[in-house]
Every structure is written in C-alpha cells, then in structure tokens.
C-alpha cells in the first residue's frame, strides 16, 4: 500500500472504537504471553473477555443489532465471571492465592526475546489476512483492521501455548484463541443467528471441562503443572 | 488586549517559556510526589533557589579532564533551547523557524545534547560517571527504534513527520483521537519518555545508590555552573518531552491561534498546565511502581516497541 492511500480520513468514532478495543485485546494477549504468574494472566484473560463483550456492545449499537446486546451480556457472565472463576480454583486448590508449582520459569524465552517472537508472529498474521481486502457491512474499515487483529491474536495464542512449558498457561491461550475466534466472527459475520453465536460460546465450556481435567490429572499425578514431567514415559 | 505581537517575538517567547518554566514543573512534580507520599515536601520554587545556588558557587574540573569537558554542559542546553524553535509550544500556526527541521531533526537535537553529556562524563574517568553514560547510551539505542516507530505513525498519518501537521490532524476531528494507531503511538511515546527522563520503572528519581543510576549518574564529576547547566538541561530535556507528549499528540488544544497578546498569554499558561497534568500522572505512576531490575529494561522497552509496532500495523490496513 502506498503512503498515499495510506494517508486518509481518520474512520469514524465507532470504528475507531471497535479498532482500538480490538488492539488493545491483542495487546492483553501479549500481556498473557509474558506474564510469567497463572494468576495474572487469569486477571488478563478476564479483563481481554469484557473487552470482547463491550465491543459486541459497540458494534450493536452502531449496526443496530439487539440480539448483540444479549450475546454480550452472556459471553460477560460465561467469560469475565465463571471461566475465570474455575481456572483460580483449579490452578489455586484448597490453598487460595497461592501459586500451584511448575507455573512460574515455565517460559523458554525470557519476556523481551517473547514478545519479540510474538511481534513477528502477529506481523504474519496481520498482514495475510490484509491481503485478503475482506470487506464488512456498510463499506467501513472495521472488518480489514479488527479481522487481521483477531487473525495476529490467534497466532500470539499459539505462541503463547508453544513457548510456556506449564498446563495452565496453555490452558489460557487456548481459551484466548477462542477469545479470538469471537472477535473474528463478531466484526464479520455479527449479523450470525442468536442461536448459533451462543452454540460457539458453549464450545468453550467443552474445552473448559477437558483443560479442567487435563489440569486435575496431571496436577493428581505429578504433583506439578510442568509439562516437562510428560517427556518420559512411565509404565 | 488586542494588541499583536510581532512573530519573533512569539518565537523567543516559546523558547523563554521552555526555559523559565522548566524548572518549576519539576518543583510541582516533586511537590506532587512528596504530598503523595505523607510529607509536605519541598517548595515549589525550590528547583531556581538550587540552580541560584549552584551558578553561584566554584567549578572544579577533574585532573586530565579537556576543554570538552566544561563544553559539554553549554552544548546541552543550547541543543535543548533549540528544540522548543521546532515544535508548537504556543501557537499551533507554524513559526517561521518551525521548518528547520522536522520531529526526526529534533530527536536529533536532543541525542546530541545527550551524547555530549555522556562522552564528557567519559572524559573524567570516575568509574561511576563512565557507567552511567555507558548505560545511558545502551539503552537510548534500544529505545532509538521505537521513536522511529513513532514517527513512521506520525508520517502515516499526515504525510508528513512535521509536528505542527501533527497537531493540527488530532485537531481536525473528533476521529482522529479515537483511532488505535494515534492511541498507541501516544502509549509508546510516553514509555519513552518515562525512560528518556529517568523516571520510573527504568530509574529512580530522586536514588542516591550509584549502581541503580542511569542518567543522573553522568553528572558526577560536574560542579558549580555547570553542574547546574546539567540540571536545568535535565529539566529543560523533561518539559520539552512533556511538549511534544500534550502540544503534538494527546492536546493540542488551547495553543494560541493568533498574535494577539492574549492568546499568547493564554497558551503559556495552557502549556504551564498541561505539562504538570503529564508530571503529575508521572508523579503517580512513580509512587505506585517498583523500579524495575536493570536486565528487566529491556522488557520495559519491549512493550513499547510492541505499542509502536501495532499502530504501524494498524494504519498499514487502512483502519488505524
């Protein structure tokens, strides 16, 4: 794209709302990507949740959607409430605060090389899903810059569950990946039936009860949420 | 109070109102941070009544130490005054000198200003002074690629990396100041600048241990005047990055848009104000962080550079 057509009106307040939310949820995710304490990137994961759920708000008000507004309100409830009330008590236990080992120096990268990594990542990310030019409803910009964010987001997520060696970091990224898939969906397709918008909410209940397990067995058998105990095997 | 004042005046005006009003921002944020804290804090004034102090007294300069030595303090500050000719301070028409140079040959200014500071403390050969400048350069040239970033936002956005056009664009409409891209290069630049004047996270302010010191470390071996150039150049350093932050991105509001002596008024007072809301928020940020570990800087320069990468991204698109 050439500087010039780069050079343009500012898109609308809306827009630029809907954008700016959208980049700060990939910002959250990157903030999960380096936090090195389960327990802050559960407080991250939920504050990237409410994110998702105003931006339906903001995107039912400017396209006029009513069925938005309940969706929000019901992703808030599932998202910033119970899926992070769940992972506290899985990751916490009996013990309340305190950090379940195996979770903090599960990072293969130090903080600064990981962002980097997740610079490059979300680079790729972003620019294949511009060259797409997926245009959205009522000719606006939202769709090209939010989907590319949402398509960054979902390769930081895996980045994330590539470089942390612990179940509960993986636990959240993949749980922000599906953050990422709503915030695709959303800004492309948020004329979506109720019915089936709701469908993709409780798919993540299904990876909530399977992480849950994941997370309860290994921590019954290992005595830690490493993941470096499963390179051996064990008869 | 219609009456014009000519434009060189103006011009001279702006870099006066950098120049006196320096250190009085720097005595609100101390007074802000001691209140803060439980303690009444030192007077407002108090940064002049040092610097009254320090002219007055006797230089002595380090055995071995060259003419460069004393120069350094001297070419600092005549960099720094020059900077406030390049940027809207009090009008947010454009000044005759405001075309000199553009956002880049600022920055230029400034890391010249920092870099004869630095290659004097070099010159004394006290081990504290040398590590401090040695730090100071290593990591304003981590922190150099997210000022360009910045700018290459700047650019993509007006076209220009002009300052003025800046301002006038955040300006122009309400839209422009909810876009992510002007929103994150603001975010990154003000990470910058908490590290450009040795605020925290990056370094304590007010330290007095030598080994946690990044840039007060520099002005060691300096005494009397030019010890006092040092620190007023410091100061100058800090409400010129605080322009740049309110004048150019966040509030390019109540800048003077005529001659009238009135408006001009106005604007010093404005910029006055603006520049202590930023040290005041610089204030609280450094009454609720921890300074953060030496190796752990460059994380600190790391998120910056992510928010400078992503409004790049951002525009790229078309959506920023």
């Not at chain 1, 990946?177 to 959303?186: Q, R, Y």
């Not at chain 2, 400034?110 to 004097?120: D, G, I, M, P, R």
């Not at chain 2, 946690?212 to 150039?229: D, Q």
Request: charged share 10%; hydrophobic share 55%.
């Amino acid at each position: 794209m050439s500087l010039a057509s780069a050079v343009q009106a500012a898109p609308g307040v809306y827009e630029g709302a809907a954008n700016a939310i959208a980049a700060v949820m990939l910002l959250l995710e990157f903030g999960m990507l380096r936090q090195a304490l389960a327990r802050d990137q559960v407080r991250l994961y939920a504050a990237q949740s409410a994110l998702i759920s105003v931006l339906a708000i903001v995107i039912a008000a400017d396209r006029n959607l009513p069925d938005l507004y309940a969706l929000a309100g019901l992703s808030a409830a599932l998202k910033v409430v119970g899926v992070p009330l769940v992972l506290r008590r899985l990751l916490g236990g009996a013990v309340g605060d305190e950090e379940t080992p195996g979770v903090a120096g599960s990072q293969t990268l130090t903080p600064a090389t990981a962002v980097l990594a997740g610079i490059v990542l979300a680079a790729f990310g972003f620019f294949c899903f511009g060259a797409l030019g997926i245009r959205g409803p009522g000719n606006g910009s939202t769709p090209a810059t939010a989907l590319a964010i949402a398509a960054a987001m979902m390769l930081v997520a895996f980045g994330l569950m590539i470089v942390r060696r612990d179940v509960a970091s993986q636990a959240i990224g993949f749980f922000s990946l599906e953050n990422a898939i709503s915030l695709a969906a959303l800004v492309v397709a948020s004329g979506l039936p109720l019915i089936l918008e709701t469908a993709f909410l409780f798919d993540l209940l299904v990876a909530v009860v399977v992480f849950g397990m994941l997370i309860r067995v290994h921590r019954a058998r290992a005595q830690s949420l490493s993941t470096t105990d499963l390179t051996r095997l064990r008869g | 109070m219609s009456v014009a004042l000519p434009i060189p005046l103006i011009q001279l005006l702006q870099v006066l109102t950098v120049a006196v009003g320096a250190p009085a921002v720097t005595g609100v944020i101390a007074k802000v941070e001691a209140r803060l804290q439980g303690r009444r804090g030192p007077r407002l004034l108090q940064p002049y009544y040092d610097l009254a102090k320090l002219f007055r007294k006797e230089a002595l300069a380090p055995e071995g130490a060259s003419w460069f030595f004393l120069a350094a303090p001297v070419i600092a500050v005549a960099a720094y005054l020059t900077v406030p000719l390049l940027i809207p301070v009090l009008t947010s028409y454009p000044l005759p000198l405001g075309y000199m140079g553009d956002i880049l040959g600022g920055g230029f200014l400034l890391s010249l200003a920092s870099f004869v500071v630095a290659t004097a403390a070099l010159e004394t050969g006290s081990p504290y002074a040398q590590l401090g400048s040695s730090r100071a350069k290593t990591f304003s040239a981590i922190t150099e690629p997210v000022v360009l970033f910045v700018v290459f936002t700047v650019a993509l956005l007006t076209g220009t990396d002009l300052p003025y056009a800046l301002a006038a664009t955040v300006r122009s409409n309400a839209g422009q100041i909810t876009r992510p891209a002007h929103l994150l290069a603001s975010a990154a630049l003000f990470m910058v600048i908490l590290h450009e004047t040795g605020r925290i996270p990056v370094e304590t302010h007010t330290g007095t241990s030598e080994f946690g010191m990044i840039e007060e470390a520099r002005a060691f071996e300096h005494s009397g005047p030019y010890f006092a150039l040092l620190k007023w150049g410091s100061q100058l350093k800090q409400l010129i990055l605080f322009t740049i932050l309110s004048d150019v991105f966040l509030a390019p509001w109540g800048l003077a848009a005529s001659q009238r002596i009135g408006a001009v008024a106005l604007a010093i007072v404005a910029l006055l104000a603006k520049a202590t809301a930023v040290g005041c928020v610089v204030a609280v940020i450094d009454n609720s962080f921890a300074k953060l570990r030496l190796f752990k800087i460059t994380e600190f320069v790391a998120g910056a550079f992510l928010l400078a990468v992503l409004g790049v991204f951002t525009l790229y698109l078309g959506g920023g």
